[in-house]
């Protein structure tokens, strides 16, 4: 079972950045991906960023482009969200969550239904 706890979520102007962090345990699969999703009230989940996690392979939702990078330190099994240029349609609550994925593409890798692993969740807002 793997658990996963999120950290580093605030308030922050737009224009502005925030890391958040991801704490990562248990046993994660060769096959696994990590991956950083947002919900919005009266949204559906988003996949924002998904990582390799044995191998480093990125991906990134169109909106955040650019914008946001996904990173992992192995040593320390801790997952990184870092958020720069932040928007107000930023704001959202932020979960990390790990999956098995085989085969697919981008898409696949940032489906939420790829991951049965999730976090409670962090929560960004981005004030104009």
């Known amino acids: 079972q793997v658990q996963l706890v999120e950290s580093g979520g605030g308030s922050v102007q737009a224009g502005g950045s925030l890391r958040l962090s991801c704490v990562v345990s248990?046993?994660?699969?060769?096959?696994?991906?990590l991956g950083w999703f947002r919900q919005a009230p009266g949204k559906e989940r988003e996949g924002v960023a998904a990582?390799?996690?044995?191998?480093?392979?990125?991906y990134y939702g169109d909106s955040v482009k650019g914008r946001f990078t996904i990173s992992r330190d192995s040593p320390k099994n801790t997952l990184y969200l870092q958020m720069n240029s932040l928007k107000p349609e930023d704001t959202a609550m932020y979960y990390c969550?790990?999956?098995?994925?085989?085969?697919?593409?981008?898409?696949?890798?940032?489906?939420?239904?790829?991951?049965?692993?999730w976090g409670q969740g962090t929560q960004v807002t981005v004030s104009s």
């Open positions: 969550a790990a999956g098995s994925i085989y085969g697919g593409g981008s898409s696949l890798r940032l489906a939420p239904s790829s991951y049965d692993s």
């Open positions: 248990g046993y994660i699969y060769s096959t696994s991906y």
């Open positions: 990582i390799y996690a044995a191998g480093g392979n990125t």
